[in-house]
Each structure stands twice: as C-alpha cells, then as structure tokens.
Nanobody
C-alpha cells in the first residue's frame, strides 16, 4: 500500500492542524494506520494508531486528550486531528500502515513521506 501524508504547516501554540494520510494500491481497510513523529535531534516516536475498522484507537500519553485519529475506509484515508498544539509537537509526522495495530514503528511495513508540523510559541 502506498501512503501520502499531507496537511502539515505552521501553527501557533494552542492552535489546531489536521493531517491526512491517503492510501492507494491495496485494500486500505485491511490495515491499521499509525502516526509517528520525529523532532530534530530526537528519535522517532509513536503518536497515535487506529485499527482496521476504526473501532480501536491508541495514543501516546503526550498527545492524549489533544489529538484524535480517525479513518475513512470508503475513501482510503486516515486523519490526525491535532488540537491545543504545543511547541514540543514540532516534528516531521509520518503515517504508517500494517496488518497489526502496534506502537512499535519497526512493525510497520508501509510508510508515507513525512509532513512537517511547526508550532510557534
């Protein structure tokens, strides 16, 4: 499955952004989707994941209550709604897909190119 992430940009602290991950090539509904991020000088970290049906969602503690992940299998997309943004949310965000729902980035076989999110204070 091919993934394309979009929606990054510049936001002020306290603001919102929505990232989208568009999939093509295989049956999107068979795959779990996750978002990871990597800030400059830091390791890639898990942000959120949604299972194949959308009925199960998982979040990193650092974004719980502020971010929401969702998916639309009919349109082969997954979104990450980011609210109450903080400067520490600044990073390149990547969407990934795999048959399993996991927080472990090493388990994801398919990755999109990243989209940069910058949050100013």
């Amino acid at each position: 499955v091919q993934l394309q992430a979009s929606g990054g940009g510049l936001a002020q602290a306290g603001g919102s952004l929505r990232l989208s991950c568009a999939a093509s090539g295989r049956t999107f509904s068979r795959y779990a989707v996750a978002w990871f991020r990597q800030a400059p000088g830091k390791e890639r970290e898990f942000v959120a994941a949604v299972n194949w049906s959308g009925g199960g969602t998982f979040y990193a503690d650092s974004v719980k209550g502020r971010f929401a992940i969702s998916r639309d299998n009919a349109n082969s997309t997954a979104n990450l709604h980011m609210n109450s943004l903080k400067p520490e949310d600044t990073a390149v965000y990547y969407c990934a897909a795999d048959m399993r729902t996991t927080r472990d980035s090493d388990k994801y076989a398919y990755w999109g190119r990243g989209t940069l999110v910058t949050v100013s204070s």
